[in-house]
């Protein structure tokens, strides 16, 4: 049978901008959650990977130890793309600290790989552009250079370092070229303008899709930086990541105008009233004395500045290691309970939503929003593509295919996440809507009160967790 022409043109207008839509969803995700107390059982130290571009390639900011580890341990679900180590082409650094820069090496030995050995290397032609490009402070070059060079580290690729300075700074050189490793490219020394920013230091463009990363100073008891992806035309998308500060003010220009889509901000401490844990001494003013003092921030300082910029959504990053995530088989509520306090005191604090404390593999998405779809093709979008809202997929205890749901439209049980001790991960899933509402549903008692929001909302969640098995992607093991 032969289609009239009309529906073959509306059929064809209709997967195609379904199509785009997903294929410039912004994304970004957590690999590492702890402050510099971690790694924990449940946290790994600072890392993520913004896919800014929509196409898979990722931009890492901060490269903790063990975060190429995180890499073969991400939770496999249908939903989400595998993460992939040979996609990582740029890293950003937003300070020199131990546990923001530790596993920059690792992760570089495998993302340039080996060097062929044999025979092979007679006829070896490497490729004289750059692999990676690391973006950082200054001091970041030599940090680089000299532990490839102790270490004896010959790869197949070249990586570059361009190192983002001010004017005091003192510029690290790469010429003669004898005094660089063997697979560097010399890089550029970028000083800061006038006005103390360092505007788009990289440029990408992919399909329909270009975007810009911009750095600023925020105030930390070293010098640090945070990083503003953002689209270079409609609907100029921004994402804010935020280094480890008290104090991010001096970046505002940067982050308004249009106001960020997420804003990613540290809460290492966090005051914790008796009732919510009774283990809990410390009184408000110790607490953000300690924090401000040694350049950290508390829940209400991320929200307050999260309203201040206007921020869409808000995530906590950088969880002090007083506060665990919880984990899927939990018994004691007190883990969910603080941190649903923390997430209440930056929400309060914001009052432009829901705030949400960072766990390792949580994931934010940032689609096309859906106004952006003609009238004739709106509904077939909002089918096939992501809505308009924050949702952070992770891995949960229950898989929900079409197959598997009940009559009740409930799940049926597929066997629990092996968890890794009580530092498992989190066992609810969240979505929150475009209004800046929370829905939960949770496995753990402790987060009744989420549970109840989400009836009220009348939207349906349920529980999902599959781990990649050896011999297929849909293998779980029941925990006896």
Not at 12 to 28: D, G, P
Not at 248 to 272: G, R, Y
Not at 352 to 358: D, E, I, K, L, P
Not at 383 to 399: K, L
Request: net charge positive; proline share 7%.
């Amino acid at each position: 049978m032969r289609l009239p022409l009309n529906a073959i043109r509306q059929f064809s207008t209709k997967t195609y901008l379904s199509e785009a839509q997903m294929a410039n969803t912004m994304t970004v995700t957590l690999l590492g959650t702890s402050s510099g107390g971690g790694p924990s059982l449940s946290r790994n130290c600072s890392s993520l990977v913004v896919d800014a571009l929509g196409d898979g390639s990722l931009w890492m900011v901060d490269c903790a130890e063990g975060t190429l580890r995180q890499f073969s341990r991400q939770p496999f679900s249908a939903d989400n793309p595998h993460l992939r180590v040979s996609r990582i082409n740029k890293m950003f650094v937003t300070h020199m600290h131990a546990d923001h820069v530790m596993g920059i090496i690792p992760m570089l030995r495998n993302v340039l790989l080996p060097s062929p050995t044999g025979e092979a290397a007679l006829q070896f032609q490497p490729d004289p552009l750059p692999k990676i490009e690391i973006y950082g402070p200054a001091g970041i070059r030599t940090f680089v250079r000299s532990i490839l060079k102790m270490t004896l580290t010959r790869t197949r690729n070249k990586y570059v370092v361009h190192e983002l300075l001010t004017d005091d700074d003192k510029k690290t050189p790469c010429d003669p070229p004898e005094i660089m490793h063997v697979n560097e490219v010399a890089g550029r020394d970028i000083v800061c303008s006038e006005d103390g920013f360092w505007h788009s230091i990289s440029k990408e463009r992919c399909r329909r899709a270009e975007v810009a990363v911009d750095a600023g100073p925020i105030a930390h008891r070293d010098p640090c930086l945070g990083f503003v992806f953002r689209e270079c035309s409609s609907p100029n998308r921004k994402i804010v990541v935020l280094g480890d500060t008290n104090d991010p003010s001096a970046i505002i220009p940067l982050c308004t105008n249009p106001s960020p889509s997420l804003l990613v901000h540290e809460a290492t401490e966090a005051h914790i009233p008796r009732d919510i844990d009774p283990k809990s001494k410390r009184s408000f003013e110790t607490v953000m004395e300690k924090a401000t003092a040694r350049g950290h921030s508390l829940p209400q300082m991320a929200g307050a500045f999260a309203k201040t910029i206007g921020a869409q959504k808000l995530v906590l990053n950088h969880i002090g290691g007083r506060f665990p995530a919880p984990g899927p088989n939990d018994r004691n509520p007190i883990r969910g309970n603080v941190i649903a306090e923390i997430e209440r005191q930056a929400s309060e604090a914001w009052g432009m939503g829901t705030a949400r404390a960072a766990w390792d593999f949580m994931r934010v998405a940032i689609p096309v929003p859906t106004e952006e779809v003609v009238d004739e093709t709106e509904s077939s979008a909002q089918a096939h593509s992501p809505s308009n809202s924050y949702e952070a997929n992770f891995p949960t205890v229950y898989n929900t295919t079409a197959a598997d749901t009940q009559p009740n439209n409930e799940p049926k049980l597929r066997g629990t996440f092996r968890g890794r001790g009580r530092g498992g991960r989190r066992g609810f899933h969240h979505h929150v809507s475009a209004q800046g509402h929370v829905n939960n549903t949770s496995t753990e008692s402790g987060h009744g009160q989420q549970q109840q929001h989400s009836q009220r909302e009348g939207v349906q969640h349920v529980d999902r967790s599959e781990r990649r098995g050896t011999n297929g992607p849909n293998r779980t093991r029941a925990r006896k």
